[in-house]
Structures are given as structure tokens and as C-alpha cells.
């Protein structure tokens, strides 16, 4: 999945910070002489890269410890780890994606890290999501530093014009206000939503789902997505009545990725869009967005029998199973782990970093009192909406070692019954079908 960390951040704000963050280290990082010999090998992709090294010298210096510190583009780094993996290339820190987990994990590429109570002592200040999306089978692989989720905006100046006083609260409420919009002629299409075959589908699809009341699959693994009894079906159809009952939703939507959909939408050509919560900073920048300023969020509307459920995903800091496999390395992984997805000194200092310089979100509870953080946000946002529906995230259930192919499967068929060229229930049984194969197999 494309996320808000896949690009250099600027320079802006994090120097003060950083100083912050190397004053507030007391030496109790601080490890012997002995201990400090070997520099930790930490990896990463090509995103932030000016905060990272600057928190890394903070680390340096408060710990006396040394960093040897890489990256890779977004789209590359899966691969090159995985060679690295095979060829047994030194690492020790790595940053890990949800989607990625259980390949890693099955493959003893990465280690748990529930013997370490420096670092498992945060799950209690951690969204659930998040840390139910860094466990497999049991088991916990790292502390997040990166969270996010898919939202529900509105242009408030359109939804006024047309007369309708507060957003959607259901799918059906969002059907009838973009009918009204379109027969007062205020947009073409008032739904922007993204299905091209790309990484974000399935945040797309799963909101949609989870919105429903539904799942891909229940807590033994096995797909009740065919079922039409448990949301897929729901979520499903009000897609294929928007864009071809109602036509309320481009049949373009197939081809639209992401980025041209956030695009769209700042052009002002939209009453409505999905898009990830952070993108909320880039539509109320009147330097970006034709709609500066009129952007809001909602909660996720909710189906029949569902709830205002969202999906969320997130990135950790994860220790590799050479690192872990040695005590000395195993400590020292442990205390970079914690520099960056736990308190560095007294605060969380990285992801306070990213959010004043991305506006990416965080998973840690007590950052939405942070008066920082409330300061930055309500220039742009509402952070009481941001924070309540966080609060209804929940973590994708079709993460496997075989996600990747049933997604290609998946995709496809949520695009066949858009087109028009099966019906839901086709498409659905097809992609439950796959799940569970390649589930057995």
C-alpha cells in the first residue's frame, strides 16, 4: 500500500524537536563499553529520511551507540529485504508493514518481541488496531511509530448550497444527498471513489465492508465473504447501484487511483471522497486545493445493521531474528525500537516529528491531548472527529502469506461486477473461492 511515508519529508520544524529529544535522553540508554562495539544495522524505506537521520544522531549521542543506517524506494524495499533475508545480510532494525507480517513471521525473518518489557510496556498508551495488526499467531513484532485510517470527507460548501444541513450518516442518506446534489446540477459525479487495481484497494474495499457490518473473513480465517448475510454483498451493491443506478460514482472509478482521486477531488469536482484521514492537510492548503477551507470529516457511513467502522493500517519497528538471536544485539535493537516507536527521554518524540512535518497519524492514545498536536491539527481539522473515529478502526483480517494473490483475484472481481460484467454474487463467490484455496493450500 501507498501511504503518507513513501516520500523525503521537508526540514521544516524538526530540528527544534530533535535538540528536544537529545537533551531529554538521561543516560539511562546509556549500555557499557563492551555492549557499544558493534553499530546497529537499521533499515528502512526512502520516506522521512531527514527526520530519521536527525533522530538517529539524537540516539547517537544520548546513547553513545552506533548507527548504521540504509534505505530503499517504497516500491523497491519489499524485495530488497527479502533478498537481504535470503542472503543473511546484517540487519538488526527494520521498518516492517502490516501487510508484510505474516510472510516474515513464517519465514523467521523477524522476531517477536513480547521478551522485552522495555518495549511491550507501550501497548497500554497503543490503539487496538495497531496493536492487534503487529501480532501473528500470539505474538508481537514491534512497536508502531506510523497509523492511519480511511476516512469519509465532505465539501461543506457544496452539501450548503444544496441545501443539506449535516453530512451522511448511513450509505443510503449518502445515496439521496448526492442525487440531490446532482439534480441541482453542482457536480456530475458527487462520490469520488478509487478502485483502480492498486495497493490502496483493498483500504478501500474493507471500509466499505467493515462499514457494512462485515468481514472478509471470520476469526478462524476462513471467507464469509459470499455470505450475503454478513456486509460484503451490502458493500458491494451500493457500489454497482452508484455507478449504475444512480450514476452518482464515475464508471471511471476503476481506473482512478488514489492520487488522481484525491486530485479530483481538491479540483472541487466532488461532493464526497474516501481518502486516507492524513490527506485532510493537503485539501485545506489553499497552495494544493481549489476547496481550501471547506473540507471536513464525518464518520464512515454506516449500512444496514453495520456501524461507522473504518479500516486501519500502520506501520512498526521490527527486530530481525539474527539481532534477537544474539543478547547483545537483541539489547541494543531493543533500545532503537524503543527511540523511535516508544518515548525518546520523556516524549514520543517521532511521531510527533512526522505529524508536525506530514501530518501522518499516530497510534499512540495520548498524542490526541498533546497540546502540540492540538495546536497544528485545528488549523486544518477538526481533531476530536480524527481522534472518534480512530477509535472505530479496525485492522484488515485479510492479511496472509497468501494476501497477495487472493487480492489480484479480489480486485478483479470487485471491478467485473462494477462493469456490469458479473453479478455480486458471482464476484463475491469467486473471490471467496480463491481465499479458500489457497487457504488449504
Known amino acids: 500500500m501507498t501511504d503518507i511515508l513513501t516520500n523525503d519529508a521537508s526540514r521544516r520544524d524538526f530540528l527544534k524537536m530533535t535538540a528536544a529529544a537529545g537533551l531529554a535522553g538521561s543516560g539511562a540508554l546509556a549500555l557499557d563499553a563492551a555492549a557499544q562495539s558493534a553499530p546497529i544495522n537499521f533499515y528502512a524505506w526512502s520516506a522521512a529520511v531527514d527526520l530519521v537521520k536527525s533522530h538517529i544522531t539524537a540516539f547517537e549521542t544520548t546513547t553513545k551507540l552506533k548507527v548504521n543506517y540504509n534505505n530503499a524506494p517504497w516500491a523497491q524495499y519489499r524485495e530488497a529485504m527479502v533478498t537481504k533475508f535470503v542472503g543473511k545480510a546484517p540487519l538488526d532494525v527494520l521498518w516492517v508493514s502490516d501487510s508484510w507480517l505474516p510472510e516474515w513471521a513464517e519465514a523467521g525473518w523477524i522476531a517477536p518481541i513480547d521478551g522485552f518489557p522495555q518495549l511491550t510496556k507501550y501497548n497500554a498508551e497503543t490503539d487496538d488496531f495497531c496493536l492487534q495488526s503487529m501480532r501473528y499467531k500470539g505474538k508481537q513484532?514491534?512497536?508502531?511509530?506510523?497509523?492511519?485510517?480511511?476516512?469519509?470527507?465532505?465539501?461543506?460548501?457544496?452539501?450548503?448550497?444544496?441545501?443539506?444541513?449535516?453530512?451522511?450518516?448511513?450509505?443510503?442518506?449518502?445515496?439521496?444527498?448526492?442525487?440531490?446534489?446532482?439534480?441541482?446540477?453542482?457536480?456530475?459525479?458527487?462520490?469520488?471513489?478509487?478502485?483502480?487495481?492498486?495497493?490502496?484497494?483493498?483500504?478501500?474495499?474493507?471500509?466499505?465492508?467493515?462499514?457494512?457490518?462485515?468481514?472478509?473473513?471470520?476469526?478462524?480465517?476462513?471467507?464469509?465473504?459470499?455470505?450475503?448475510?454478513?456486509?460484503?454483498?451490502?458493500?458491494?451493491?451500493?457500489?454497482?447501484?452508484?455507478?449504475?443506478?444512480?450514476?452518482?460514482i464515475s464508471p471511471a472509478c476503476v481506473e482512478t487511483g488514489e492520487?488522481?482521486?484525491?486530485?479530483?477531488?481538491?479540483?472541487?469536482?466532488?461532493?464526497?471522497?474516501?481518502?486516507?484521514?492524513?490527506?485532510?492537510?493537503?485539501?485545506?492548503?489553499?497552495?494544493?486545493?481549489?476547496?481550501?477551507?471547506?473540507?471536513?470529516?464525518?464518520?464512515?457511513?454506516?449500512?444496514?445493521?453495520?456501524?461507522?467502522?473504518?479500516?486501519?493500517?500502520?506501520?512498526?519497528?521490527?527486530?530481525?531474528?539474527?539481532?534477537?538471536?544474539?543478547?547483545?544485539?537483541?539489547?541494543?535493537?531493543?533500545?532503537?525500537?524503543?527511540?523511535?516507536?516508544?518515548?525518546?527521554?520523556?516524549?514520543?518524540?517521532?511521531?510527533?516529528?512526522?505529524?508536525?512535518?506530514?501530518?501522518?497519524?499516530?497510534?499512540?492514545?495520548?498524542?490526541?491531548?498533546?497540546?502540540?498536536?492540538?495546536?497544528?491539527?485545528?488549523?486544518?481539522?477538526?481533531?476530536?472527529?480524527?481522534?472518534?473515529?480512530?477509535?472505530?478502526?479496525r485492522k484488515k483480517d485479510v492479511i496472509t502469506p497468501w494476501f497477495g494473490e487472493w487480492d489480484e483475484v479480489n480486485s478483479t472481481a470487485w471491478q467485473s461486477a462494477v462493469l456490469g460484467k458479473s453479478t455480486v454474487a458471482a464476484a463475491l463467490q469467486k473471490s471467496s473461492d480463491s481465499w479458500n484455496s489457497l487457504r488449504k493450500s
Not at 462520490?191 to 490502496?200: C, K, N, V
Not at 471547506?294 to 493500517?313: C, E, I
Not at 533500545?335 to 518515548?343: A, D, M, N, Q, Y
Request: aromatic share 12%; glycine share 10%.
Open 259 to 393: 492520487l488522481n482521486g484525491l486530485k479530483a477531488f481538491g479540483a472541487g469536482n466532488h461532493a464526497f471522497a474516501l481518502l486516507s484521514r492524513y490527506r485532510i492537510r493537503t485539501l485545506n492548503d489553499p497552495k494544493q486545493s481549489a476547496i481550501a477551507g471547506r473540507v471536513k470529516q464525518a464518520l464512515m457511513p454506516a449500512g444496514p445493521g453495520g456501524s461507522h467502522a473504518t479500516v486501519g493500517w500502520m506501520r512498526f519497528h521490527g527486530m530481525t531474528t539474527q539481532a534477537a538471536a544474539d543478547k547483545g544485539r537483541a539489547a541494543n535493537a531493543a533500545k532503537l525500537i524503543e527511540w523511535f516507536g516508544g518515548k525518546a527521554g520523556t516524549q514520543y518524540q517521532f511521531q510527533k516529528m512526522l505529524f508536525a512535518d506530514l501530518g501522518s497519524g499516530f497510534g499512540v492514545k495520548g498524542l490526541f491531548k498533546d497540546p502540540d498536536i492540538q495546536e497544528s491539527y485545528k488549523k486544518y481539522a477538526d481533531i476530536a472527529m480524527f481522534e472518534k473515529q480512530q477509535l472505530l478502526a
Open 141 to 248: 513484532y514491534g512497536l508502531t511509530y506510523y497509523s492511519d485510517y480511511m476516512a469519509f470527507f465532505y465539501d461543506d460548501q457544496l452539501l450548503k448550497k444544496a441545501g443539506i444541513k449535516a453530512p451522511p450518516a448511513t450509505w443510503s442518506e449518502l445515496t439521496t444527498q448526492c442525487l440531490a446534489i446532482k439534480r441541482a446540477g453542482l457536480s456530475e459525479y458527487p462520490m469520488m471513489l478509487s478502485m483502480a487495481r492498486e495497493s490502496w484497494l483493498i483500504e478501500f474495499l474493507s471500509a466499505l465492508v467493515f462499514s457494512n457490518g462485515g468481514r472478509f473473513t471470520d476469526d478462524s480465517g476462513v471467507s464469509v465473504m459470499a455470505d450475503p448475510k454478513r456486509g460484503a454483498a451490502q458493500a458491494m451493491q451500493w457500489v454497482v447501484d452508484a455507478v449504475n443506478k444512480h450514476k452518482i
